[in-house]
Every structure is written in structure tokens, then in C-alpha cells.
């Protein structure tokens, strides 16, 4: 598939290379000189320096010939222009990036054909998160029936130490699969032989009325937040403050900039704004938060996140979840002085990719620490594995069944479920089989 995308920022940069390293004929245009030469040297892909809202660059790129068009630069107007140009000249399918509600309302007259807002898909995640106080990420699948679930074992966990298949003997009515671990940065499959050890980055697959048998396993205990403390007024913050204000959950906001503190107050009065510094102890027990169940650090910069995120663990607020723009950082710091970590690249690649994959796939979830994708994929009348066991398909070892939906029911597979016409499969799988799962559905 020739893919060419618009903006060689945070989430351009991270779809080309996920994308190029899947073997997709990917083109990058950028607008500046610096960073287009940084992309070429850094991703295998064809990097051009230019507007991309220029019919005349779009020419030069190949956009004629793309199956996909995907406009992302930090430039709302110029995701649009991008989308109309390329419409023009005949590109199939457009993806803009568009955050202003204005602009949203006309996208589609102007050749949009899926508008993605990363900094609302972040906050949706963050309100998870919060409700879910206790684990370092919550994806929901099947209408909130199923949720893959990760987290860090800690040394007291029950399962510390022990093979998954020694796991599933103590356990009666096994309704969770551990599906991956993520250990020093690699991504393991798991399988009945996989050991869990002490600081493993596992994700499971859980039905949701039956998670706290598993979460107790793991060492992993969810406690709905009362009092979150958020710091920063970007826009995730404050849509992410909202949010939380909605579910009733008792929300103070921190930032520096007396001005913006007072635009928040104004425009969410349920919110208590705080002008200050989120990186000085001295605040948080002047203030009172300390007394909060969790800190969301949401600020524009990654240092002032992971700072503040921290100072509020030492301070003593049990939890605390940063934002994070460079995802290295998260496999040094999660799991260490930071439970949880967010990234609007990632949420906007999830939107994304779930449009790139089409066909059967109707959901795509990607990670903070890992290459690997949870997708969902419905088995189409005319595939080969209706009738079969999970087990006499003898998947690949880099891919696994989480869940299966069907029809009202969701539920957590065993090795001798048979796979039925019409189910939707949650597939976790690393980069080299993600083709071979989309030929699985038929």
C-alpha cells in the first residue's frame, strides 16, 4: 500500500515508521528543511521538503497514486487544504488531523474522509485510567465486556515467579489470559511456559465483571479515584478535566500561568484552578493536594511531567500518570516513579491504523513500550478457520486470541473454543504477522 503522509511531527514521524516497518511504500512530506532531513536519516521511507497543501508537492509525492492520504501536522487549516488538494488530484481515502469544532463541521464537503482528534481520544483514555486507579493502561473492547489491561508486577505479587501454566492451575473459573509481557524492552507472546518475574510490563485480556480475581493475581489492585490533581492547561488537560468533573470525581488544576488558570476557571467552574508551580513540594501541602488519590501530569513538556509526576509520588498521592511526547523515555521511567503514561500520538496512530488496516479489522489498539497491536477482526463466511479450535489453527508464536466477541457475548477463549462464522476475534500480534492476522478473518 502507498501511503503518504503530511507532517513529519509527533505522529507523523511514529505512523512512518511503524508503517514502513511493516513493508508499506510510505512518503513523507515536511514543511521543515531540519526535520525532513532528520526523518530521511532516521526512517526508511521517501521524505520530501515542502507544503503539503500544494497540489504541486502533492504531484511530486505520489499522492495520485496513494491507496491513502493522512494529514497531520500541528496545523488544523493545513490537515484540510492537504485533504482538498489531494482529493483533487484523485487520492482515494483522506485522513486529517483536526482539533477546532469549526473546522470539523465543513471537513467533509472539503474531502475528508475521517477526522481524528488525538488530544479528545487522550483524555477518554485518562478517564479510564482514573476510574481504574492501579494499572498503567485500560483498552475496552466489545461495548466495555472485555478490557485488555496492563500493569507492572511488583515483588509481592502472588504470581511473581511463576509459569503461566502453574497460574492458571490456581486459579478457579479462569475468565483472564496474560496475552504479552513486555520485559527490558522486548515484547514475549505469552504462552503456558512463560514465567512472570517482578517488574514485567504484562498485558492481559479480561472479562470485565470478572477482573479482580485476576488483577489480585497480578498484584494489581483498581481504586476509582475521588481526587485527581492535573497539571497543566493544554488542551488534554483541560478536556481531561472536564471529563472528570462529568464523572464527578473532584478535579484541581495546576499550572503557572495565572491567565490561563483564570480561562479555566472561567470556563469549567466545577474545576478548582490553582496558579503554581507543579514541580515544588511546598504546594502540595499548602495547597491540600497531596491529599489526592492521583496526579495527571499533562503539561506541554515531557521534563515538567515527569517531574511533577515525581514530586507527587514523594509527597504521597499513590498514583500518578504522565503525558509523554518522546515514548523512550516511557520504557526508562514507567513502572518505576510513574504508574501510568499517555502519548496523543499514540491515540491519534490507534485512530489511524484502524483505517489503514480496513476490511475486516474494526479496531486497533498500539502501546506505550511495545510494537505490538491488539486488533479486532471479524471472521468473514468464507474463511478457513470456522469450525477449528484455537489450537488446530497453530497461530504463529508472535500472535495470540485474546477475547472473542459473539454476538451479545464477549468472553476470554481457551485452547479448545471453535472459532464460529461471524465472531470478532481481539488479535495481539507483533509487527511481522499483522498481514497474516488480516488473511486469518477470511
Known amino acids: 500500500m502507498r501511503i503518504v503522509v503530511i507532517g513529519a511531527g509527533a505522529v507523523g514521524s511514529h505512523l512512518a515508521e511503524r508503517l514502513s516497518v511493516e513493508g508499506q511504500d510510505v512518503v513523507v512530506v515536511e514543511s521543515d528543511p531540519g526535520t525532513a532531513v532528520d526523518v530521511q536519516e532516521q526512517i526508511d521511507c521517501l521524505v520530501i521538503n515542502g507544503n503539503g497543501s500544494s497540489q504541486e508537492v502533492l504531484e511530486e509525492a505520489g499522492a495520485a497514486r496513494a491507496d491513502l492520504f493522512i494529514a497531520v501536522t500541528s496545523s488544523d487549516a493545513v490537515n484540510v487544504l492537504a485533504c482538498h488538494a489531494a482529493a483533487k488530484i484523485g487520492t482515494p481515502r483522506r485522513i486529517a488531523r483536526v482539533e477546532d469544532p469549526q473546522l470539523r463541521a465543513g471537513a467533509a464537503a472539503l474531502g475528508v474522509d475521517l477526522l481524528i482528534d488525538p488530544g479528545d481520544a487522550t483524555a477518554r483514555e485518562l478517564e479510564l ?29 502472588p504470581a511473581a515467579g511463576m509459569a503461566l501454566t502453574e497460574l492458571r492451575g490456581t486459579v478457579e473459573g479462569w475468565s483472564w489470559l496474560v496475552a504479552a509481557i513486555i ?4 515484547t514475549i507472546i505469552a504462552r503456558g511456559g512463560t514465567r512472570i518475574l517482578p517488574g514485567d510490563h504484562v498485558l492481559i485480556m479480561v472479562e470485565t ?29 483541560e478536556l481531561t478535566a472536564k471529563r472528570l468533573c462529568q464523572k464527578n470525581i473532584q478535579t484541581v488544576l495546576v499550572d503557572p500561568d495565572p491567565d490561563r488558570v483564570r480561562h479555566v476557571a472561567t470556563e469549567n467552574p466545577r474545576v478548582v484552578a490553582v496558579c503554581g508551580d507543579p514541580t515544588d513540594p511546598k504546594l502540595f501541602h ?116 485474546g477475547g472473542i466477541i459473539r454476538g451479545d457475548q464477549a468472553f476470554v477463549p481457551r485452547g479448545q473454543t471453535k472459532v464460529e462464522e461471524g465472531d470478532r476475534l481481539i488479535v495481539i500480534s507483533l509487527p511481522d504477522s499483522i498481514q497474516l492476522v488480516g488473511e486469518l478473518s477470511g
Open 129 to 157: 485510567l482514573v476510574r481504574q486507579r492501579g494499572v498503567s493502561e485500560v483498552r475496552e473492547f466489545a461495548d466495555g465486556k472485555l478490557e485488555l489491561i496492563g500493569g507492572y508486577i511488583g515483588p509481592d505479587a
Open 183 to 186: 520485559r527490558h524492552g522486548e
Open 209 to 237: 465483571d470478572k477482573a479482580d480475581a485476576a488483577l489480585d493475581m497480578l498484584g494489581l489492585h483498581l481504586e476509582p479515584a475521588r481526587k485527581v490533581v492535573i497539571f497543566g492547561t493544554t488542551r488534554v488537560a
Open 286 to 401: 499548602s495547597e491540600g493536594l497531596n491529599s489526592a488519590d492521583a496526579a495527571l501530569a499533562l503539561t506541554g513538556w515531557d521534563e515538567i511531567n515527569i517531574l511533577g509526576s515525581l514530586v507527587a509520588k514523594a509527597v504521597g498521592i499513590p498514583t500518578a500518570v504522565s503525558r509523554f511526547h518522546r515514548l523512550d523515555l516511557v520504557t526508562l521511567l514507567a513502572g518505576v516513579g510513574i504508574d501510568g503514561a499517555v502519548s496523543s500520538r499514540l491515540s491519534a496512530a490507534n485512530e489511524i491504523l484502524r483505517f489503514v488496516r480496513r476490511g475486516r479489522i474494526h479496531s486497533v489498539v498500539t502501546f506505550q513500550d511495545s510494537e505490538a497491536e491488539a486488533l479486532e477482526v471479524e471472521v468473514a463466511k468464507s474463511s478457513n478457520i470456522i469450525g477449528q479450535t484455537l489450537r488446530e489453527i497453530h497461530l504463529p508464536h508472535d500472535v495470540i486470541v
